[in-house]
């Protein structure tokens, strides 16, 4: 069972940053893929940004488009998701998720919840106007 660990979440006023962090166990078990998703209240969990273990390709939902930074550490298994320009629809809380694909897989496949197996507990983030 692969268990994946989200930190740096918190409370930011609107305009501000966090950075997500994800670390991914090393006994991955044929995983290649690493995308965040997050859960608002009262909505179904959402992926926002997706990126390949080998650090290319980051893929983005269009509501963080521009916003959100997904990026890999070239030495560790671990996966950045740089939060800017917050707004209060932004909060929720935000896991991250691993799983397999083809390359040839299409980008918005990688973004879907049903593709996964493998999660983090999750890490709040919340924007107050």
């Known amino acids: 069972q692969v268990e994946l660990t989200e930190s740096g979440g918190g409370s930011v006023q609107t305009g501000g940053s966090l950075r997500l962090v994800c670390t991914v166990p090393?006994?991955?078990?044929?995983?290649?893929?690493i995308t965040w998703f997050r859960q608002r209240p009262g909505n179904q969990r959402e992926g926002i940004a997706g990126?390949?273990?080998?650090?290319?390709?980051?893929t983005y939902a269009d509501s963080v488009k521009g916003r959100f930074i997904i990026s890999k550490d070239s030495d560790e298994n671990v996966v950045y998701l740089q939060l800017n320009s917050l707004e209060p629809e932004d909060t929720g809380v935000y896991y991250c998720?691993?799983?397999?694909?083809?390359?040839?897989?299409?980008?918005?496949?990688?973004?879907?919840?049903?593709?996964?197996?493998?999660w983090g507990q999750g890490t709040q983030v919340t924007v107050s106007s």
């Open positions: 998720a691993a799983g397999t694909f083809r390359i040839t897989s299409m980008p918005a496949t990688r973004l879907l919840f049903d593709e996964y197996n493998y």
């Open positions: 090393d006994y991955t078990h044929n995983v290649n893929y």
């Open positions: 990126v390949w273990l080998s650090g290319v390709g980051p």
